[in-house]
């Protein structure tokens, strides 16, 4: 398994993780399933009442902070299979005590926040199960809250996994020479060079756009 951390500000990274030798649940098989009968409805012309249910539901998940994408990407234990490590992938501008020490807050304070998140989610499906009454009109409050129940526990158990690999030492930081070398050029052409961390309210490192995958930013179920 691989994460790539990407400085974008001073303070803010994009993070990604490349999981390798995972073997998906049925639960995960069938959330792909979902999406990719929802990737269809945006071939409907947006003017068509598909294509509005689908560009608003993609407004939805553009609200939904980037830390809770990284972390689904990450396999839960169950999904592991034969992954037994985890390759940090970074510049060197960042130091290797810094990236685990985040990447350890991280999944430290996200692993509640998404089992409280999900309980929260699932009182809910009682509530949105009666719009199914509702001749014709399909039930998307139903639809939506299950995805973001199956999001919260995918993120969650992805938290739980990462501060495993963490705690038990089970991960190794490179830093890439290509990439050091990149912001290295960077860091030359601009007047004050490139600093690392998390946060928000962050001023772009020259040449690099501004991006919602990144660590930091509001959180919403």
């Known amino acids: 398994m691989r994460v790539f951390v990407i400085p974008i500000t001073r303070t803010?990274?994009?993070?990604?993780?490349?999981?390798?030798?995972?073997?998906?649940?049925?639960?995960?098989?069938?959330?792909?399933?979902?999406?990719e009968k929802w990737s269809k409805w945006s071939e409907y012309p947006r003017s068509s009442w598909r294509?509005?249910?689908?560009?608003?539901?993609?407004?939805?998940?553009?609200?939904?902070?980037?830390?809770?994408?990284?972390?689904?990407?990450?396999?839960s234990k169950s999904e592991a299979g034969t992954v037994t490590g985890m390759e940090i992938i970074?510049?060197?501008?960042?130091?290797?005590?810094?990236?685990?020490r985040e990447l350890r807050a991280l999944a430290v304070t996200?692993?509640?926040?998404?089992?409280?998140?999900?309980?929260?989610?699932?009182?809910?499906?009682?509530?949105?199960?009666?719009?199914?009454l509702v001749p014709v009109i399909p039930n998307f409050p139903l639809f939506y809250n299950m995805f973001r129940v199956y999001s919260h526990y995918k993120a969650g158990h992805g938290a739980q996994h990462l501060l495993h690999?963490?705690?038990?030492?089970?991960?190794?930081?490179?830093h890439d020479l290509e990439l050091s070398r990149w912001y290295a050029g960077v860091g030359r052409g601009s007047d004050s060079g490139a600093g690392t961390g998390t946060g928000t309210g962050a001023e772009p490192l020259a040449g690099t756009p501004d991006s919602r995958t990144v660590v930091g930013g509001s959180s919403e179920s």
Request: hydrophobic share 35%; net charge negative; with cysteine.
């Open 165 to 174: 690999l963490i705690e038990s030492g089970e991960y190794q930081v490179c």
């Open 90 to 100: 970074a510049p060197d501008i960042i130091s290797r005590s810094e990236i685990i």
């Open 12 to 35: 803010q990274w994009a993070l990604h993780c490349h999981p390798t030798n995972s073997v998906p649940t049925r639960l995960t098989r069938w959330a792909g399933t979902a999406y």
């Open 51 to 75: 294509g509005k249910i689908y560009a608003y539901g993609e407004t939805l998940m553009d609200k939904i902070d980037f830390r809770e994408y990284f972390l689904k990407e990450i396999p």
């Open 110 to 132: 996200q692993v509640p926040y998404h089992s409280q998140w999900m309980k929260y989610c699932c009182y809910l499906l009682p509530v949105s199960s009666l719009f199914t």
